[in-house]
């Protein structure tokens, strides 16, 4: 400190130690241009710089299927799957857990304690059922499935097709486990090759489910001939909401939640789901959901009451903080599956919630192009 303060004086007092016969010199004055202040760094500057194809996206919007009514029958997706297919995707991601996140919330059971069966029970179960076959927990056939695929075939056998479905299944992606079934000759979907009996009657039963994870992702990759889908949830912000639900029920009944749900203007987005009876209906409705006006009034429904308006505790931005790390996360697994097609396509078949939020953060990468829903949804058949 005194080195310092010392330096500081010598030069402070420079000028007065000079002989008087040589005066000082004057420093010429000079006018410096204050620099232009810098635009601040967005990713999608990068975006003219991308050499080749651009990595196209094109985010689906869908109802959750678990919604629509009794006797729904997935068939009146078959135009839907139709205008998809002329997409002609290179990946699908889909809006279900990963083995990976079902293992690590049930780690951390003590901070989620129903994450992990509330939204992967019937993954874990599968999962349970090829282990017992297979002998390997779900991070040991995570790494045998990556292991597996590195070596594909370009033809693979039945044998290997049911082997992988097994391994899938073992590591929590029963919907990729649903690819190489349905891509198997129906005389060749039985037991074997770690494919136990109760597994291939557990796939009987889940190929029926109502859910679009399998009725649109599953079924269009068995189609395209792709070798599986992607899950990309997360709910690893589950534990923000773990200490509001008193709260939110309070906000709910100050906003008057119900007679929004009740309002008519608000039926299309809110009963989507019963608006699938028939083909040009279904498809109808997609296109609908796929419409950035749509996007826009379900984030008006859902989520602007959340910032424009006091809320016990500040639990309705808490609540939005919660929505928006799930996107996040979601959209960061999303990016991670590009990495195996850059310059590639892909779908991403999404509660139709989610959708104005994902085209928001993935039209940001650096090497991303969003493609219109409605454009692809609304093309004649080819």
């Known amino acids: 400190m005194r080195r310092i303060a010392a330096i500081a ?4 007092f420079a000028g007065a130690c000079a002989s008087p016969t040589e005066p000082p010199e004057t420093p010429a004055l000079t006018v410096e241009m204050a620099p232009a202040p810098a635009r601040a760094f967005d990713p999608r500057d990068l975006q003219p710089l991308v050499y080749g194809q651009k990595t196209q996206v094109l985010v689906l ?3 959750h299927l678990s919604n629509t009514p009794d006797g729904f029958d997935a068939a009146v997706l078959d135009p839907l799957l139709d205008r998809l297919a002329a997409f002609k995707p290179d990946q699908i991601a889909i809006e279900n857990l990963s083995g990976e996140s079902i293992h690590a919330l049930k780690a951390y059971v003590a901070i989620y304690p129903e994450s992990a069966s509330t939204y992967g029970g019937r993954l874990i179960k599968g999962a349970a059922l090829a282990e017992a ?7 040991e056939a995570e790494a045998e499935s990556r292991r597996i695929l590195r070596e594909w075939p370009v033809q693979p ?9 097994a391994m899938f299944t073992a590591a929590g992606d029963t919907h990729s486990a649903l690819v190489q079934w349905w891509r198997l000759p129906e005389s ?3 037991a074997g090759d770690g494919v136990s009996a109760d597994l291939a009657a557990y796939f ?3 190929q029926a489910r109502q859910n679009e994870s399998h009725q649109i992702g599953s079924r269009l990759a068995a189609r395209l001939g792709l070798e599986r889908v ?3 949830d997360d709910h690893h912000a589950d534990d923000v909401r773990n200490f509001m639900q008193d709260d939110m029920m309070a906000f709910y009944e100050q906003v008057n939640i119900q007679a929004i749900i009740s309002d008519p203007v608000n039926a299309p987005i809110i009963r989507a789901a019963e608006r699938l009876t028939s083909p040009e209906e279904a498809l109808e409705t997609y296109i609908f959901l796929n419409t950035p006006e749509a996007g826009i009034a379900d984030v008006a429904l859902q989520w602007r009451m959340m910032l424009d308006r006091p809320s016990p505790n500040d639990v309705a931005r808490a609540r939005m903080m919660d929505w928006e790390a799930r996107n996040l996360r979601q959209v960061a697994h999303i990016r991670e599956a590009m990495a195996q ?5 892909v779908l991403v078949v999404v509660g139709s919630a989610h959708k104005p939020w994902f085209d928001a953060y993935l039209g940001m990468m650096s090497d991303v192009e969003i493609v219109d829903a409605v454009q692809v949804l609304s093309a004649d058949e080819r």
């Open 204 to 206: 009987a039963e889940y």
């Open 341 to 345: 097609a850059p310059g590639g396509r």
């Open 230 to 232: 992607y899950p990309t």
């Open 133 to 139: 076959e297979l002998k390997l927990a779900m991070p």
């Open 9 to 12: 004086l010598t030069g402070l």
């Open 61 to 63: 919007a869908t109802p």
């Open 188 to 190: 060749e979907r039985l």
């Open 157 to 165: 056998t039945p044998a290997q097709r049911r082997h992988l479905a």
